[in-house]
């Protein structure tokens, strides 16, 4: 999986408490992506990163916040769990300029209950 | 806004013929056009890219097409095999250091093999 490790691989939490998920790539790629994914869906971009504090929104970023202190590391923070957040998010990284090609970790399953 | 669609959710193919999957894409601004496949349990693969200012490109088995008139990519395999069966999702890329970097993806199509 291109040097991507996401963690944990399965969560489940309540409603109402706060969720980080974890990215952490040894690529040295500049950008990294949050998606989720959901039955009947494509991926839908959550944030990127396109560098270390530098991110922005994507197609459906709200009740989500992200952090990259570090090149390495990409989190994704729930603030206040809820059950539409119930999904499989998938990280990305892609080296960026020149190409399009991202590579993909195996995925966070999240249950909200 | 920018969009990424594809025209059908199932396609089934025999076993060694070609396949060919379509996708419609709104956003004529985007610099790249990507052909992903992601198989059961699995983050997605990419297959293939096509620059914008390119019609044709071709892989391994796979060929793309881009028809920037009317907004259209395809993805064509070559003597289909068992092991394409997966979701295939086109996404759109706009090429920059910052903000214009995401990848937007479509909503995919799944490709069943009849032996």
């Known amino acids: 999986d291109a040097g991507i490790t996401q963690s944990p691989r399965h969560k489940v939490t309540e409603t109402g408490t706060p969720v980080t998920l974890r990215c952490h790539q040894t690529?040295?790629?500049?950008?990294m992506y949050w998606y989720r994914q959901d039955p009947g869906h494509g991926l839908r971009l959550i944030h990127y990163s396109y560098g270390v504090k530098d991110t922005d929104k994507g197609e459906v970023s709200d009740g989500y916040s992200v952090s990259r202190s570090k090149t390495e590391d990409f989190l994704l923070t729930l603030e206040s769990a809820t059950s539409s957040q119930t999904s499989v998010y998938f990280c990305?990284?892609?080296f960026g300029q020149g190409g399009s090609e991202a590579f993909f970790g195996q995925g966070t399953r999240l249950t909200v209950v | 806004g920018e969009s990424v669609g594809l025209h059908l959710p199932t396609l089934s193919v025999q076993e060694g013929d070609n396949s060919i999957i379509n996708c419609a894409y709104s956003?004529?601004?985007?610099?790249?056009f990507i052909w992903y496949k992601q198989e059961s349990g699995k983050g997605p693969q990419f297959i293939i890219d096509i620059r914008s200012n390119m019609d044709k490109r071709q892989g391994q088995r796979v060929t793309v097409l881009l028809n920037k008139t009317v907004k259209h990519l395809s993805l064509q395999i070559a003597a289909t095999q068992p092991g394409d069966s997966a979701v295939y999702f086109c996404a759109e890329k706009a090429s920059g250091y910052s903000s214009a970097s995401k990848i937007i993806f479509g909503s995919g199509t799944r490709l069943s093999i009849r032996p």
């Open positions: 956003n004529s601004a985007s610099d790249y």
């Open positions: 690529e040295n790629h500049r950008y």
């Open positions: 990305a990284i892609s």
